[in-house]
């Protein structure tokens, strides 16, 4: 049975003939009472303190429940955005390396365009220094002959010296005019 300090004020005790003196008795019950009282007290506050700490603490054991789950989820994520990054980065560099192939190839059919072009302005100009010989040397034959016609016994009509032949080197760097030096730029 549980001793209440309301037990120890309400006590009494049968007087007998060799007893202790009532007053400090009853003084002492008294201060019994109150430091019981005061016990009492203090371990229903600390009860009450208990429960809020107790409280406290399911709040932080769920708080850290959820921060574990909060990490564990930002680990994830971190995970997938460095998976996605990684390949994303894999991604622009294939594509980086298609250009650059298309780039090249382009290139390439430009450059066979040009050198096709380059044949055919040589072969122009080949014809085209071809027909002016042909027609200086029909023109010069007509003076040859009209020399001839007015000018009796003047010798024999020059003949002109014949051009050295003309020579394109289509796979070189620089295809300036045959049979020159190739330009500085």
């Known amino acids: 049975m549980r001793i209440t300090p309301q037990d120890i004020h309400r006590q009494e005790f049968n007087r007998s003939v060799r007893g202790y003196a009532v007053e400090e008795v009853d003084a002492f019950l008294e201060r019994v009472a109150d430091e019981l009282e005061q016990v009492h007290q203090e371990n229903a506050k600390l009860r009450d ?5 107790e409280s406290s603490l399911s709040e ?4 850290e429940k959820s921060i574990e789950k909060t990490l564990m989820a930002a680990t994830q994520a971190a995970e997938d955005m460095a998976k996605n990054a990684e390949s994303r980065r894999d991604l622009i560099i294939r ?17 066979e365009e040009i050198k096709a072009e380059l044949v055919q302005l040589h072969q122009q100009r080949l014809t085209y220094v071809a027909e002016m010989r ?11 002959e009209l020399e ?3 000018y009796k016994g003047s010798g024999q009509p020059r003949q002109p010296e014949p051009e050295p032949p003309v020579e394109l080197d289509l796979d070189a760097d620089d295809l300036g005019a045959p049979g020159r030096a190739p330009r500085d730029t």
């Not at 303190?49 to 700490?53: A, P």
């Open 148 to 150: 001839l016609r007015g």
């Open 49 to 53: 303190q208990l429960k809020g700490l």
């Open 95 to 111: 594509e980086a390396e298609l250009r650059a192939d298309e780039l090249i190839a382009e290139a390439q059919r430009r450059r």
């Open 134 to 144: 042909a027609f200086l040397q029909a023109q010069q034959s007509l003076l040859d």
């Open 60 to 63: 932080y054991r769920n708080l």
